[in-house]
């Protein structure tokens, strides 16, 4: 599975972005797809995670409801919508992808096989 995730920038606080995971010739209607991400000095975070059905997320306590993450089916997509964005939302996003029909009850790095090569968000003032 090559995954592709797009749509970071700089953007001031408390604006909105959108990030974008493609994958290339394999469809993700399989996979549980989450978005992880690292700031610089800091180890991988886990940010959310959607089921394959698109009918169950789970998100990092940091988030607190200000992302939403869903999946496009149609165009093999998954998406993070990140509103309210703060200083400390700075880092590397990435998309990664479980393997097939694998759930947890609980998320980390080491749950997904599959990663894309990661968008830098920016959120300066």
């Known amino acids: 599975v090559q995954l592709q995730a797009f749509g970071g920038g700089l953007v001031q606080p408390g604006d909105s972005l959108r990030l974008s995971c493609a994958a290339s010739s394999t469809s993700l209607s399989n996979f549980a797809m989450g978005w992880f991400r690292q700031a610089p000095g800091k180890e991988r975070e886990f940010v959310a995670v959607i089921r394959w059905s698109g009918r169950s997320t789970y998100y990092g306590d940091f988030v607190k409801g200000r992302f939403t993450i869903s999946r496009d089916s149609a165009k093999n997509t998954v998406s993070l919508q990140m509103n309210n964005l703060q200083l400390g939302d700075t880092a590397i996003y990435y998309c990664?992808?479980?393997?097939?029909?694998?759930?947890?009850?609980?998320?980390?790095?080491?749950?997904?096989?599959?990663w894309g090569q990661g968008t830098l968000v920016t959120v300066s003032s």
């Open positions: 990664a992808a479980s393997t097939p029909l694998y759930w947890a009850n609980a998320w980390s790095a080491s749950d997904f096989g599959f």
